[in-house]
């Protein structure tokens, strides 16, 4: 429901705002994805770990003041942009609305590592409430303020204010069980815990980086070389394309996982059913959707969201089957780590990386506008999906074979 509502006011969004403005929060989000990889030192996932809670406790306190330092850093930055502007030209058209980036870090690296704590908790009807909170006061603040202000400023605002709600709940169900714990929380066992867990910041965090890297760059290129108006086209795309498949993805991702995890050594031949079983139903039922969209998308996305954004229906024409492509392999994207395959699924995150800012850097540089560019941005990003759905193929062949390799040993002796 929390989805839904972001893309039923798109509509609306798309009236008020123009291209250009979609391009600076395209440009705005990609910074943020990146900074809140880092927020946290990947501490959050580590809170998932010790049994006794006042040790996940002074993790949170680990992890939080990551956060504090992460968005002091980035204030710094802003700080210094603001006497002498020396970032690319990508982010030119963030340069009044840049001092919204620390606030926006910092909440959302402090709701990001609350809701890991309410995960370990199974909390899930509150992370799922505060999620719809989050899209309501984003959706609103966008409306409300577009209304009154012409410019990108109240879609920069509404996202950073969206991001930030919901954290005032997990911090105050945190307080009422725990504040013992955190009156306990001493600086000596966090040292101790950022020791213990080092590998989250020195090598999870590198990988982490890489993968979000090859999602949020691309829009940072495509600012830098064919401007803010062509960056919000590629968002609108992004926001209409993606987050229906990914939130379908995601359902069925859940319990492929969990099904993977636990035939992985005991069943191997039933996991590769199950990932054929998947991924064909996924063929299924983006088919027709993809079909469409290749031939009218221009055409609906005039209809739906005003002539000026008929160009985002070309790129959604061109991208139609990078969507696709990722759709299908998004239930099963986990298999290489499920497997223990991670140097496979770093090699590919890098691969992808490379890839797809060569297909956007290389057509500018050769003269072409655009439109090839996101052409070759969805074959590259196609290619890629297809060679990650053989990788974890090839995985669970490897697994199937060495778990009939003592069967028939044994029926030889």
Request: hydrophobic share 50%; charged share 10%; with cysteine.
């Amino acid at each position: 429901m929390a989805q839904v509502i972001a893309v039923a006011a798109s509509p609306l969004l798309t009236r008020i705002y123009k291209p250009s403005d979609f391009g600076a929060l395209q440009v705005f989000i990609s910074l943020l994805s990146l900074a809140l990889v880092a927020a946290t030192g990947r501490y959050e996932i580590a809170l998932l770990l010790p049994e006794d809670d006042q040790t996940s406790i002074d993790i949170i306190a680990v992890a939080v003041l990551c956060v504090c330092s992460t968005t002091m850093l980035s204030a710094g930055i802003v700080i210094a942009c603001h006497y002498h502007w020396f970032l690319p030209a990508s982010m030119l058209s963030l340069k009044r609305y840049l001092w919204i980036l620390p606030f926006s870090i910092g909440g959302a690296g402090l709701y990001q590592v609350l809701s890991y704590w309410a995960m370990r908790h199974n909390g899930y009807k509150e992370i799922a409430t505060t999620k719809f909170v989050q899209a309501g006061a984003q959706v609103g603040t966008q409306l409300g303020g577009g209304l009154l202000v012409h410019g990108p400023l109240w879609l920069l605002l509404g996202d950073a204010v969206g991001r930030i709600m919901g954290s005032g709940r997990f911090l105050r169900k945190l307080w009422e069980g725990y504040a013992g714990h955190i009156r306990a929380i001493r600086l000596r066992r966090m040292l101790y815990l950022a020791v213990r867990y080092r590998e989250y910041p020195l090598v999870s965090l590198w990988g982490a980086l890489i993968n979000t890297s090859g999602l949020a760059l691309p829009a940072l290129f495509l600012a830098q070389y064919y401007g803010a108006q062509s960056t919000g086209w590629f968002a609108l795309v992004n926001r209409v394309l993606g987050v229906p498949g990914a939130l379908i993805g995601a359902s069925i991702a859940q319990v492929y996982t969990s099904e993977a995890a636990k035939l992985s050594r005991s069943n191997p031949e039933r996991l590769m059913f199950i990932f054929l079983k998947t991924t064909r139903h996924m063929l299924y039922i983006g088919l027709v959707p993809c079909i469409l969209f290749t031939i009218f998308a221009p055409w609906f996305f005039q209809i739906v969201f005003g002539h000026a954004w008929r160009e985002a229906g070309e790129y959604a024409r061109y991208m139609a089957f990078m969507f696709y492509a990722g759709f299908l392999n998004s239930p099963v994207a986990m298999t290489l780590n499920i497997l223990e395959r991670q140097r496979s699924q770093f090699a590919w995150d890098a691969s992808r990386l490379a890839l797809t800012l060569l297909a956007i850097i290389l057509p500018s540089h050769l003269g072409y506008g655009p439109r090839i560019a996101i052409l070759s941005y969805g074959v590259a990003m196609t290619l890629m999906y297809a060679i990650h759905w053989s990788l974890s193929h090839h995985a669970i062949k490897q697994c199937v074979d060495e778990a009939a390799t003592p069967a028939l040993t044994q029926v030889a002796k």
